[in-house]
């Protein structure tokens, strides 16, 4: 290894460390109120970006809205955020949603998401299992623009959408596969 990866690799780690520390920490800071409101503004930064999603909330049973998921890794990594389900408009329960990972990976980002539930079988596990893990359980489908140009509200047939919004950072790709989304108390 030549001399300036070296001096590079443990300043590297160390920013990362701190910046992964400083974001979970803002992720979880969060009242009630701040997340009630961040909840919303984030699904009408999605309707506005995606008109499908507006569509399924009509006929969802529920939506699950992370506003800000906050990730990070160096080989190992994970991601963290507080979310809430919301039936009718209201809001009915707060969840957190973690992801662990590990591979070839460095980096930062957050991203928001929100889960279309859309059969009274998806409400059912999320509270009856102790909340969600996202590819095992209920069929959730990841909406990107290629599925999103072929589904239509009387093509649905899961359990539930999922649709990732807002990314901001530097690290490669996003995915929900995996991710544990829990009750938590607010």
Known sequence: MNISLKRFLPIALVALSLLSAGALNYASAATAEDLNTDARQA?????KSQPLA?????????????PNIVKAG???????????????????????????????????????YAV????????????ES?????????????????????LSTSTLQEDAYAFIFDQQGLMAGVSIEG???SKIRR
């Open 43 to 47: 699904l009408q930064t999605l309707y």
């Open 54 to 66: 507006e569509k399924l909330s009509q006929t969802a049973k529920a939506v699950l809205v992370f």
């Open 74 to 112: 160096l080989v190992f990594g994970g991601s963290y955020g507080e979310g809430v389900l919301m039936r009718g408009g209201e809001i009915e329960d707060y969840y957190n949603s973690v992801t662990g990972s590990w591979g070839l990976q460095i980096g930062a980002q957050s991203y928001g």
């Open 116 to 127: 279309f539930l859309m059969s009274d079988k998806a409400i059912a596990q999320l509270r």
């Open 130 to 150: 102790k909340g969600l893990e996202i590819g095992v359980g209920p069929t959730v489908v990841v909406v990107d623009e290629g599925i999103a140009k072929n």
């Open 179 to 181: 991710t544990k989304i």
